[in-house]
């Protein structure tokens, strides 16, 4: 009985953030239980289980006397994002040198490429979920759990801020594939840790600055 519980809770859960993502619920939208169920032949629990998972990801928040909308965005929350994102991703890299092995530095390496073919293309949001493929990857092999599930939260929200379209700042981007070269070259020669970790750091609020002076 519960697996079925959750497999409507999915569906709630897809359904109502693949509208959130198309811009059909955009900041502000009220959602209505009642009709989301109708919609799905469901009943309210699992739209309310799906609410408040998306609640907890960030992409829905409670509003008196209104209920449950769809968040809305700021820059400043954005840029707080990124800079939380620049700390723990710079920790969980230099973590994760020590257990590099030369073909995930293979894989690194075509990953760049293909960001490079993506934004020769201009196609951002390609770029974008291949920069995601680039750091997960490094980053599973930082042996914290904790500390790689908090990175995976963080780039949720970033993937919620991202779907309202203002975040890409296409000459950061360039820069970008530069200094993932860069990070391709200190986790090959297995750098020093400190060093590992400040690149990193340094490569995310860079971006936080192209942000701020677009």
Same mark, same amino acid.
């Given at each position: =009985?519960?697996?079925?519980? $959750?497999? $409507?809770?999915?569906?709630?859960?897809?359904?109502?953030?693949?509208?959130?993502?198309? *811009?059909?619920?955009?900041? *502000?939208?009220?959602?209505?239980?009642? @009709?989301?169920?109708?919609?799905?032949?469901?009943?309210?629990?699992?739209?309310?289980?799906? #609410?408040?998972? +998306?609640?907890?990801? *960030?992409?829905?928040?409670? !509003?008196?006397?209104?209920?449950?909308?769809?968040?809305?965005? &700021?820059? !400043?929350?954005?840029?707080?994002? +990124?800079?939380?994102?620049?700390?723990?991703?710079?920790?969980?890299?230099?973590?994760?040198?020590? &257990? =590099?092995?030369?073909?995930? #530095?293979?894989? +690194?390496?075509?990953?760049?490429?293909? =960001?490079? @073919?993506?934004? @020769?293309?201009?196609?951002?949001?390609?770029?974008?979920?291949?920069?995601?493929?680039?750091?997960?990857?490094?980053? !599973? %092999?930082?042996?914290?759990?904790?500390?790689?599930?908090?990175? $995976?939260?963080?780039?949720?929200?970033?993937?919620?801020?991202?779907?309202?379209?203002?975040?890409?700042?296409?000459?950061?981007? !360039?820069?970008?594939?530069?200094?993932?070269?860069?990070?391709?070259? +200190?986790?090959?020669?297995?750098?020093?840790? &400190?060093?590992?970790?400040?690149?990193?750091?340094? %490569?995310?609020? &860079?971006?936080?600055?192209?942000?701020?002076?677009?």
């Amino acid at each position: =009985m519960e697996s079925k519980t $959750k497999n $409507k809770t999915q569906i709630a859960y897809e359904y109502i953030l693949s509208r959130i993502e198309n *811009g059909l619920y955009g900041p *502000g939208y009220r959602i209505v239980i009642d @009709q989301i169920a109708r919609e799905l032949s469901l009943s309210s629990i699992p739209v309310r289980e799906a #609410i408040r998972q +998306l609640e907890a990801e *960030g992409w829905i928040q409670y !509003k008196p006397y209104t209920g449950a909308i769809v968040s809305n965005i &700021n820059e !400043k929350e954005y840029l707080e994002t +990124l800079s939380v994102l620049a700390v723990l991703e710079g920790y969980a890299t230099a973590l994760s040198s020590s &257990n =590099m092995k030369e073909g995930m #530095i293979q894989q +690194l390496t075509e990953l760049n490429k293909k =960001m490079e @073919q993506a934004l @020769q293309e201009f196609d951002f949001e390609r770029f974008s979920e291949l920069n995601y493929e680039f750091h997960a990857l490094i980053y !599973k %092999h930082c042996g914290n759990a904790y500390l790689e599930e908090q990175i $995976k939260q963080i780039w949720q929200r970033m993937r919620r801020i991202r779907a309202y379209g203002f975040t890409f700042v296409p000459q950061r981007a !360039k820069e970008s594939i530069k200094e993932h070269e860069e990070i391709i070259r +200190l986790l090959k020669e297995q750098a020093p840790r &400190n060093e590992i970790e400040g690149f990193v750091r340094q %490569h995310k609020l &860079n971006t936080v600055e192209a942000f701020k002076n677009r």
